[in-house]
C-alpha cells in the first residue's frame, strides 16, 4: 500500500463488494400501476365483506312472500292503469313575460306553462278561460323577486303556487279543480 488507508478510498470499497447485486428500482409507471391495482382489490373486497354482512343483517324473505308481493304489485299496477286515462296536455300560448326591477338594469323572465289533466271537459275550461289563467299568473310571477327565481326551491315553490292559481279559476268556472299538474316547459331569464 502507498500509505493510504484502504478503507479511505472510494475505489478499494466499490471492489470489495463485488459479490453484491446492484438492486434496480421498478419505473415509476409501474409503481403506480401496481398501487392502482393493490387499491382496485382492496375495494373490491371490502363492497363483497360488506354485501355479505348486509345480506346477513337484513330479514330473510321466503320465496312465497316475495312472489305474493310481486303479484300485488302487479294487480295493483294493472288497476290503476285501467282507472287514469291518459294525461291531457295545453299550452298556454304565448309564453308568460314578466319584468323585473334588479339593481341598475331591467330583467325579464320568459315562461312557458303547460297543464295536465285527464278530462277533455277541463281541458276546455283551461283554453276557454285562458285570459283569466293567464292573467292570474302573471301577478303571481310579477310578485315574486328575481333572487328567489334563480333557485331550484323557488322555482319549485312558483310552480306549486301557479298550479294552485290555475285550479281556483278552472274550479271556479267547472265546480272542480280538474288540472292534476303544471309544468314550466321553458324559463328564460334575461
Not at 500500500?1 to 466499490?14: H, L, R, V, W, Y
Not at 298556454?92 to 319584468?99: G, I, M
Not at 288540472?179 to 328564460?188: A, I, R
Request: charge should be negative.
Amino acid at each position: 500500500m502507498s500509505g493510504i488507508d484502504a478503507t479511505a478510498t472510494g475505489e478499494e470499497a466499490e471492489v470489495a463488494a463485488p459479490d453484491e447485486p446492484k438492486r434496480k428500482s421498478a419505473p415509476p409507471a409501474l409503481k403506480w400501476i401496481g398501487i392502482a391495482i393493490g387499491m382496485f382489490a382492496i375495494v373490491t373486497v371490502s363492497q363483497i365483506v360488506t354485501e355479505m354482512v348486509t345480506a346477513r343483517m337484513a330479514p330473510a324473505e321466503t320465496h312465497a312472500e316475495a312472489d305474493v308481493d310481486v303479484e300485488a304489485t302487479a294487480k295493483t299496477r294493472k288497476d290503476s292503469k285501467k282507472t287514469l286515462p291518459p294525461p291531457i296536455y295545453v299550452a298556454l300560448e304565448p309564453p308568460l313575460v314578466v319584468s323585473f326591477e334588479g339593481p341598475g338594469a331591467m330583467r325579464f323572465l320568459q315562461l312557458t306553462v303547460e297543464v295536465m289533466a285527464r278530462d277533455a271537459k277541463v281541458i276546455e275550461a283551461v283554453e276557454q278561460h285562458n285570459p283569466v289563467i293567464r292573467n292570474n299568473l302573471l301577478m303571481l310571477v310579477g310578485g315574486t323577486d328575481m333572487k328567489t327565481l334563480s333557485t331550484r326551491e323557488g322555482k319549485e315553490a312558483l310552480r306549486a303556487s301557479a298550479l294552485a292559481e290555475v285550479q281556483a279559476v278552472v274550479e271556479s268556472q267547472t265546480g272542480e279543480p280538474g288540472v292534476e299538474d303544471l309544468y314550466f316547459t321553458s324559463f328564460v331569464v334575461q
